[in-house]
């Protein structure tokens, strides 16, 4: 079993940034494959980046690509998500998850992650 602690959200001006952490513990971070989510109010969890089980791969929902950039130090069991040019469409609480998905495997459904912290808040003020 694998917790996780997702730290760095806040009240951030439209255009601003914010980096996201995620701490892991428990199991070996390398070992899973990693993503953030984002759940606004009276909304669905929606996908927001996945990192890959080995292999470095990255993949984006459409909304943040090009904005938001998602990263893992294995050796510091910690999974980020940088977010610049932020909008006010972005205000939502952020999770990060864990899935013991194949070696360079993207996922991207909610429904596959085992392993959820319990969520930072963002907020983007316009």
């Known amino acids: 079993q694998v917790q996780l602690v997702e730290s760095g959200g806040g009240l951030v001006q439209a255009g601003g940034s914010l980096r996201l952490s995620c701490a892991a513990s428990?199991?070996?971070?390398?070992?899973?494959?990693m993503a953030w989510f984002r759940q606004a109010p009276g909304k669905e969890r929606e996908f927001v980046a996945a990192f890959s089980r080995g292999g470095g791969k990255t993949y984006y929902s459409g909304s943040v690509k090009g904005r938001f950039t998602i990263s893992r130090d294995n050796a510091k069991n910690t999974l980020y998500l940088q977010m610049n040019s932020l909008k006010p469409e972005d205000t939502a609480v952020y999770y990060c998850a864990a899935d013991r998905a194949p070696r360079h495997t993207i996922v991207v459904l909610t429904t596959e992650y085992d392993y959820w912290g319990q969520g930072t808040q963002v907020t983007v003020s316009s």
């Open positions: 428990g199991r070996t971070f390398s070992d899973y494959a």
